[in-house]
C-alpha cells in the first residue's frame, strides 16, 4: 500500500502526457517544443499548460533558442530526471509485486 500511495501523492506525473513529457525528455535532454508536440500528438496550448506545471514542479526549464526564428526548447533538470527514476522505480515495484 505504501507504493501506491508513492504514485497517487506525485500529481505531477501521474498525469499521462507530463509522464510522456518526460520519459521523452530522459534519454534526449533537451527537444524543441514542435517535436514534443508531435510526439505526442497534443495541442500547442495543452502541451504549454503541462509544461508550465512541470517548470513550476522544477522537472523541466524553458528557454527560447534562435535558429531561423525564435523556438521554444525544453530541457529536463536534475530534479526531473530523478523524481522521473524514483517515480519509474515505485512503477517497477509495485509492477513486480503483481505479475
Not at 35 to 49: A, M, R
Not at 55 to 66: D, I, M, N, P, S
Request: glycine fraction near 8%; avoid cysteine; aromatic fraction near 6%.
Amino acid at each position: 500500500m505504501d507504493t501506491i500511495r508513492q504514485l497517487v501523492k506525485n500529481h505531477v506525473l501521474g498525469n499521462p502526457i507530463r509522464l510522456g513529457i518526460m520519459l521523452y525528455l530522459l534519454p534526449r535532454g533537451r527537444v524543441l517544443f514542435k517535436e514534443l508536440q508531435k510526439v505526442l500528438d497534443v495541442t500547442p496550448g495543452n502541451l504549454d499548460s503541462h509544461l508550465k506545471t512541470l517548470e513550476k514542479a522544477g522537472y523541466v526549464k524553458l528557454t527560447k533558442v534562435f535558429a531561423d526564428r525564435p523556438r521554444t526548447a525544453v530541457e529536463i533538470t536534475e530534479k526531473g530526471a530523478e523524481e522521473t527514476g524514483k517515480y519509474l522505480r515505485t512503477l517497477k515495484s509495485l509492477l513486480t509485486g503483481v505479475m
